[in-house]
C-alpha cells in the first residue's frame, strides 16, 4: 500500500489529432502536423531524464517542418510567404532561446512554454496561415503525386 505521500504520475495530452479540427486535406501537411502532436505529447509527459534529448527531437522536427512549408511556399509562390515566414521565425527565435535553457538543464521554463504555449501556437497557425497554404497548394498543386493528396471528407 502507498504512503500518504505517494504521488500518482498524471500523463497530459492537451491534445490529440483530430481530422476534423486539424485536417486540411493534403496529407503532405497532416502527416507532418500529426507528427508533431505526437512528439509534443511525448515531450510533454517526459521526466528530466529524457526531456533534453525529446526536446531536441521536437526542435529537430519544428525546423524540418518549416523548412519543407517554406520551400512550399517558395515553389507554388505563395503569395503571404512574407507573414508566414516571419511566424516561422518568430517560433525558431523562441525554440533557440528555450534550447539555450535546456542545455543549462533549466527545464522549468522550457516545460511550462511547452506545456501552455505550444498548443495555443499551433491551433492558432494551423487555422490561419497553414490553412491558407493549403488553400492555396490545392488551387495550384506543385508536388509530385504521391505527395500531394487532396483527402475527401
Known amino acids: 500500500m502507498p504512503g500518504l505521500l505517494a504521488v500518482k504520475t498524471i500523463k497530459m495530452l492537451p491534445f490529440r489529432w483530430n481530422n476534423e479540427l486539424y485536417s ?5 501537411m497532416d502527416d507532418t502536423h500529426k507528427e508533431f502532436i505526437e512528439l509534443y505529447n511525448t515531450l510533454l509527459n517526459s521526466d528530466d531524464v529524457s526531456f533534453t534529448a525529446l526536446f531536441n ?3 529537430e522536427h519544428i525546423h524540418h517542418h518549416f523548412n519543407s512549408e517554406n520551400e512550399l511556399m517558395e515553389q507554388s509562390c505563395f503569395p503571404a510567404i512574407s507573414e508566414h515566414k516571419a511566424e516561422h521565425q518568430r517560433v525558431l527565435n523562441d ?6 535553457k535546456v542545455k543549462d ?4 521554463f522550457s516545460r511550462f512554454y511547452i506545456k501552455e504555449r505550444i498548443p495555443e501556437w499551433f491551433k492558432l497557425h494551423l487555422a490561419t496561415m497553414d490553412s491558407a497554404l493549403a488553400a492555396h497548394l490545392k488551387s495550384k498543386p506543385i508536388l509530385p503525386a504521391e505527395k500531394f493528396h487532396e483527402k475527401s471528407f
Open 24 to 28: 486540411l486535406g493534403l496529407s503532405v
Open 57 to 59: 527531437e521536437f526542435s
Open 95 to 100: 525554440l533557440k532561446y528555450l534550447e539555450s
Open 105 to 108: 538543464n533549466k527545464l522549468s
